[in-house]
């Protein structure tokens, strides 16, 4: 496998994530006292940072490993929205598909930090359902980017009302038709909507919540194997590829599976890593890869953006000299 090729060919790719964006606000300073107001600690404020994220995290990520990308998504019309607009075109991000919605609030998440403590979290957010007429703007949108030429659409969800069921069988269903590979990123809500996908991407606790089913990896590894085939049968996708945290991925194609374990590695934050494995995984399985190697590759990209603060891409060449490693030890 010539890895330097592989991770070249990202630079061909063409992907549109649909789904989620939001912005990741961070207040940093130093709490120094209590308020004499309240029981409540104060903070001494030394900067603010804002951030993409949710789906435009992942954009981000696809770009740092050379993709071309499109973002797919509806926003609100406030301050926020505005912000979320200077960040895209600061990242270089096209923003022809981004819907906004005087009916809607832009998602921010607002951490607050003393240190490296996490003291308090904000969040501004809608979480129902998009209208009618705003599903009808986002399916035209995504349509035509499919019909524009893309490798592979990126379903990724949190829950904040964008993904609806019709959204995404129809773009599902259209995507299929024009041969662009479909990947997900999926929540609760809509976990068993993503039927005839070529790549499903739980975390542990969607899957055991999606499918309402117990799974104990490290004491009752067959549980999982169970959980994927009640999962196939109710899908009928390609692969799925499962993140364990601390335990590594699980990936199966219907007919062999493997679990691959986690590299040792200081953990500094966990925030956004599954952003960067659905991105590195689309693009390895545009580029053909099989299963395994799909998997191992993630598995990596995962890891290596956990040991940085809060949620940053994956590092393009980083990522390929740690895989190399993984290839010939």
């Known amino acids: 496998m010539n890895l330097e090729a592989i991770f070249d060919s990202f630079n061909a790719m063409k992907v549109a994530i649909v789904g989620d964006v939001m912005i990741d606000s961070y207040v940093m300073g130093k709490v120094h006292r209590m308020s004499p107001e309240a029981p409540v600690p104060v903070l001494l404020l030394d900067k603010e940072e804002h951030r993409l994220g949710g789906a435009a995290n992942v954009a981000l990520n696809l770009k740092a490993l050379g ?6 998504s ?21 923003n ?67 993904l609806t ?45 999606g499918l309402d089913v117990n799974i104990d990896v490290v004491n009752q590894p067959d549980s999982i194997v169970n959980g994927a085939k009640q999962l196939r049968d109710k899908l009928n996708h390609e692969l799925t590829l499962i993140t364990l945290s601390e335990h590594g991925v699980f990936i199966e194609n219907g007919s062999t599976w493997k679990i691959i374990p986690a590299h040792l590695r200081e953990i500094t934050d966990v925030s956004g890593a599954g952003d960067t494995v659905i991105a590195v995984a689309t693009l390895c399985l545009i580029a053909g890869l099989p299963p395994a190697e799909i998997a191992s590759i993630a598995n990596l990209s995962g ?21 190399k490693k993984l290839v010939h030890p």
């Open 67 to 72: 993709a071309e990308v499109y973002l797919c």
């Open 74 to 94: 509806v926003i609100g019309t406030d301050a926020a929205a505005t912000k979320f607009q200077e960040l895209l075109s600061e990242a270089k991000i096209q």
């Open 96 to 162: 022809q598909e981004i819907i906004q919605s005087q009916d809607r609030k832009t998602t921010v998440k607002t951490r607050v930090l003393s240190g490296t403590q996490h003291v308090l979290r904000i969040d501004q957010e809608d979480t129902g359902d998009i209208s009618s007429s705003l599903e009808d703007a986002l399916i035209m949108a995504t349509k035509h980017r499919i019909d524009l030429g893309i490798d592979a659409l990126i379903f990724e969800d949190y829950n904040k009302g964008v």
């Open 165 to 209: 069921h019709r959204v995404i069988t129809e773009l599902i269903a259209y995507a299929k038709e024009k041969g662009v590979k479909t990947t997900v990123d999926p929540k609760k809500d809509n976990f068993l909507s993503y039927r005839g996908v070529n790549l499903f991407k739980p975390n542990l606790k969607e899957i055991k919540e």
């Open 303 to 323: 890891g290596l953006v956990c040991e940085h603060s809060g949620v940053v891409s994956v590092d393009k060449a980083a990522l390929l000299n740690e895989a």
